[in-house]
């Protein structure tokens, strides 16, 4: 599995971390082990210009994902195909401020936009409430069961 974390800003993140995450969360997915994800690590000036360029929302946001090859989840009996699942953007200072709000670290904000963004590069969404029952369960699920792995609460 071919997973690039690029962070453009200043602010210091466990990229070993994210990756560590990501793979994860593919896996537990049945994404194929061929599969690529990029996750970037953008300032506010640049996630609000991608916020307003891309979903004609103002200010910034927290995490945006751009799927590339349409990728969804495997099963028991199968994986998903290889392929580009695409990208997610992070804003770190936006997650830092939600981080602060939920009463946890940044870097456990970071991870939890990151299982959030992929999820939506696996087709995902949470506009209807039913979609949103069922991702948000899957994404404390794959957070939990990483968090847990990795020696936390």
Not at 32 to 44: C, F, G, K, N, R
Not at 92 to 100: I, S, Y
Request: hydrophobic content about 40%; some cysteine.
């Amino acid at each position: 599995m071919s997973i690039e974390v690029n962070n453009e800003t200043g602010v210091a993140v466990d990229e070993t971390e994210i990756v560590a995450l990501s793979r994860h969360v593919l896996a537990e997915m049945r994404v194929h082990p061929q599969a690529e994800l990029s996750v970037i690590l953008v300032d506010e000036a640049a996630m609000e210009q991608l916020h307003v360029q891309w979903m004609d929302e103002p200010g910034p946001t927290d995490v945006l994902s751009f799927p590339m090859d349409e990728l969804r989840p495997g099963s028991d009996e199968e994986e998903s195909p290889a392929g580009l699942l695409g990208d997610v953007v992070l804003c770190p200072q936006v997650a830092a401020k939600q981080a602060e709000t939920a009463g946890h670290t940044t870097q456990e904000e970071l991870l939890l936009l990151t299982t959030h963004g992929i999820l939506h590069l696996l087709g995902y969404d949470h506009a209807e409430p039913d979609e949103e029952k069922e991702m948000f369960a899957l994404q404390r699920r794959l957070l939990l069961t990483f968090l847990a792995t990795r020696g936390r609460r």
